[in-house]
């Protein structure tokens, strides 16, 4: 009798729970929902369903012994593959994103460590050590005979080689300025001012002091932001000079009239 | 020309020859590289692990002694072994405590040496003398309580009370004050006027960097944590002793015993996203570009799937409250206010809407809040209000509004792992953006916790007007309590993931930067596998522990050892 009723309760209460899914997706499909966001309604829908024949199921029988024992176990196994699962089958960063940005980030700063010099010269040493050990091998084939011998091709400090403008882009996008500022349509998320024609309002040394002091100065409608301090005061201790120089030179370019930029007000 | 390039490297190979085997001189030794899961992952797992038995050990003992105390002052013996049983556990798992914590530092020690000396260097006062004389004292006390459990019985109960909030006062100095170097590592102090971080950290007293931005957040966050970790696990450790117990006697204690475990871990959870959001806001004050990595950028599905969790324990919670109810023989009398069921309902739209007018930390908000909570019961006693619900259907649309508000805070602005990858087809339309946002998230923890207070005031209700049989509960509860002792474990895991990558790739944020290969955040999926695999190994060993441990209890029959408070006990 009770199996009848779970089962009844199953149909019934699916049924119910499809109806409210499938009014829930029209609703979402009229109303502009992206159909990502019309599953995961129909999927609440599904959810609530399954809540409401939990609500009404039928009393579990006593497990004991080994049953109990093995009970627990599925149960375990059951709760990690879906929790692991789940997790999975959400959208995942991609880590290589990330790596190629911290890279850029840390080289020049590993690269001014004791650590880092000292790894520097040992990796410089270890090559140098089994050029010579190739060479030698050379030499003694050829019994001293003439070879050629590859210059050793020291890298770039970095992959934007030398252009000012493009270092200071390649800086916004490093320090990630576009979580709070828009620039070219792109970004932020009204936590920053629009930085398209920045350069046209303020002077290269004005903008230096901003980054250096975020204090300084104020973007026009943002009082309650300049207030929270929300940009950070991190950037003198995170840049190298010649990166704050870098990003100077970028913004001191972005000098997009068509767009409306808040104007900068000196604070201090 | 050649000649010369010969010359040259030949030169050089000399120079290498001469500062190899200087080198060689002093040698160093070898690279550590942890096997299968590399350093950071390793460091993560033992740490995780540690923190996981840490939580227990400061968690249990705050759970022993107010039920200890509720035995003394209702002269209830079932509290007093619920108390001693859960202190039996915390002293198997004490030791594992301490192996972890020492397997911890080992492992940083050896993987991550430069920077482990560099932080220990800067606590050395807190790592070498505080911490360790702590958890000495913690020892010495906990042992002593447990094993003066009997003895201290009658006239000295009280002083044994007295020692477990001994017990407990050192055991949350000794999570404060470890808690230092872990906020110092989200948050470090921020520099004095016209000084950069690394001077002003160098020349920084003890003090200035213990008491940084995230310190107290964190403190009261693990605090409450522990307390609902606590609950959990005893409500865990009653579903197995349930499952075990052969008698009716014993599955009504165990019942019993599983109930008031929800309770307080329940009471406790209700709490912690409030205590979650304030940790979360001081670290966004800290630094602003901390909150857009958190909500939009790499950890904001780590956010989604934290949504789910809570989600998913809020239901489990209310469930095991309807299956108590169920076993309440006359509850089909309890009625509550309509105007409740009413405020229910419009709370997520009316809280949503005045935390938008007044977002934290402005108090207007509350003002509507009050209204919402307090207006029902008051207006309910006017006449022609006075319509109300049965308990049942209160509880069933509760669940429904729990599953709403579990949409609401899972609805995110878009179904992307960093908002940079955004497209049209997979962001909420212009007009539903605000169901992204904060005050909707904020009115939807409201919601279910409103919900779930409502729950148990009709729980109590039930109680009062009928009679509940202890040990009767569908069978189906006990599987609920080891949900929700594995859920709340598995999202403290995925938190603390949270919490550590939120220095991005620096040990010490913005200070030391982790020049190694895998200072990057790993994938969800990544982070998922591991920390299921640390919450199954701990709850194997727990598990054992409490198969171990309370064996033994019954065997010795602790109804034989007399009435544990005193006559006239209040």
């Known amino acids: 009798m009770a199996q009848q009723g779970l089962v009844g309760s199953i149909m019934k209460k699916g049924i119910i729970g499809i109806i409210i899914g499938v009014i829930l997706v029209v609703v979402a499909k009229l109303t502009g929902f992206p159909f990502v966001f019309q599953v995961m309604f129909f999927s609440y829908a599904m959810l609530g369903a399954l809540v409401f024949i939990l609500l009404d199921a039928p009393t579990m029988n006593r497990l004991e012994g080994p049953k109990a024992a093995i009970g627990l176990v599925v149960f375990y196994i059951v709760l990690s593959v879906i929790f692991t699962a789940g997790a999975s089958g959400l959208p995942q960063y991609d880590p290589e994103v990330e790596k190629g940005k911290i890279d850029k980030l840390l080289k020049a700063r590993k690269a001014r460590t004791q650590k880092g010099k000292a790894d520097e010269l040992i990796a410089r040493a270890k090559a140098l050590d089994e050029r010579a050990i190739a060479i030698d091998k050379k030499l003694n084939s050829l019994g001293g005979g003439n070879i050629e011998v590859v210059e050793e091709v020291v890298p770039a400090a970095s992959g934007a080689g030398g252009d000012i403008v493009a270092l200071g882009k390649e800086q916004w996008e490093l320090q990630e300025c576009y979580n709070c500022h828009k620039l070219g349509g792109e970004g932020g998320k009204k936590r920053g001012p629009v930085m398209d024609n920045i350069g046209s309002l303020m002077t290269p040394e004005q903008l230096k002091e901003k980054i250096l002091d975020p204090k300084s100065w104020m973007a026009e409608g943002f009082d309650k932001q300049y207030k929270k301090g929300k940009m950070p005061d991190k950037y003198k201790d995170l840049m190298f000079d010649e990166e704050i120089d870098a990003l100077v030179a970028y913004l001191a370019t972005l000098k997009n009239t068509s767009v409306e930029t808040p104007k900068p007000i000196k604070m201090n | ?304 799937m934290q949504g789910a969790m809570i989600g998913l324990i809020f239901l489990a919670s209310n469930y095991y409250i309807w299956l108590s109810m169920k076993r309440i023989q006359g509850v089909e009398q309890v009625r509550i206010s309509g105007l409740v069921m009413i405020a229910v309902i419009v709370m997520p739209a009316v809280m949503g809407l005045a935390w938008k007018m007044f977002p934290p930390p402005e108090w207007q908000s509350l003002i509507y809040l009050a209204a919402l909570v307090i207006l029902p019961p008051v207006l309910s006693k006017l006449p022609g209000l006075k319509f109300t619900v049965s308990a049942f259907t209160m509880i069933k649309v509760g669940f429904l509004m729990i599953v709403v508000a579990d949409a609401i805070w899972m609805t995110p602005h878009g179904f992307v792992a960093t908002q940079g990858a955004a497209t049209h087809d997979l962001e909420l339309p212009e007009w539903a953006q605000e169901l992204a946002l904060m005050p909707a998230k904020n009115a939807a923890a409201f919601t279910l916790v409103y919900l779930t207070i409502v729950n148990y005031i009709l729980y109590n209700r039930g109680i009062r007007v009928g009679s509940i049989s202890w040990g009767k509960i569908d069978f189906a509860s006990q599987f609920v309590l080891i949900f929700l002792a594995f859920s709340a474990i598995w999202t403290m895991g995925l938190m603390g993931t949270v919490r550590s990558l939120t220095r991005k790739y620096f040990h010490v944020y913005n200070l030391v930067p982790d020049f190694t290969a895998e200072a990057f955040t790993p994938t969800l999926a990544y982070s998922a596998w591991w920390i299921t695999g640390c919450t199954v190994v701990f709850f194997t060993v727990v598990s054992f522990a409490i198969m171990v441990t309370l064996r033994i209890t019954k065997d010795k029959a602790p109804e034989a050892q007399g009435v544990p408070v005193p006559e006239g006990a209040k």
């Not at chain 2, 003895?151 to 055991?171: E, P």
């Not at chain 2, 014993?250 to 329940?266: C, K, P, Q, S, T």
């Not at chain 2, 979360?280 to 950890?299: F, G, H």
Request: net charge neutral; with cysteine; proline share 4%.
């Open chain 2, 1 to 304: 020309m050649k000649i010369l390039s010969r010359s040259l490297l030949m030169l050089a190979g000399l120079v290498v020859a001469g500062a190899s085997s200087a080198y060689g001189q002093m040698p160093d030794a070898p690279v550590v590289d942890f096997p299968y899961a590399g350093n950071r992952t390793g460091v993560w797992v033992v740490a995780q692990l540690h923190i996981l038995f840490a939580a227990f050990i400061l968690g249990a003992p705050i759970f022993a002694v107010v039920s200890e105390w509720l035995g003394y002052k209702n002269n209830d013996p079932k509290y007093d072994r619920l108390a001693k049983e859960v202190t039996k556990v915390t002293v198997i798992l004490y030791s594992m405590t301490a192996l972890t914590g020492g397997l911890f530092i080992f492992v940083l020690l050896g993987t991550y040496p430069d920077f482990t000396t560099w932080l220990i260097k800067h606590f050395f006062l807190v790592f070498a003398v505080i911490y360790p004389l702590l958890f000495i004292a913690e020892t010495i006390i906990l042992y002593t309580y447990f094993y003066s459990w009997d003895s201290m019985k009658g006239s000295k109960k009280a002083r044994h009370i007295a020692l477990g909030v001994l017990l407990n006062l050192v055991g949350t100095l000794t999570l404060f004050v470890i808690d230092g170097p872990t906020a110092f590592m989200n948050t470090p102090a921020k520099a004095a006027e016209g000084m950069s971080l690394v001077e002003f950290v160098q020349t920084a007293g003890l003090w200035d960097k213990v008491a940084n931005y995230s310190w107290m957040p964190l403190n009261l966050h693990r605090l409450v944590g522990n307390v609902t970790f606590g609950g959990f696990i005893a409500g865990l450790i009653a579903a197995y002793m349930y499952m075990r117990s052969r008698t009716d006697e014993e599955r009504a204690y165990y019942d019993w015993m599983g109930f008031i475990g929800n309770l307080i871990g329940v009471g406790a959870l209700l709490l912690l996203p409030f205590m979650g959001y304030l940790l979360a806001y001081e670290l966004c004050d800290y630094d602003a570009s901390i909150c857009p990595y958190m909500m939009a950028d790499q950890l904001s599905m780590f956010f989604e």
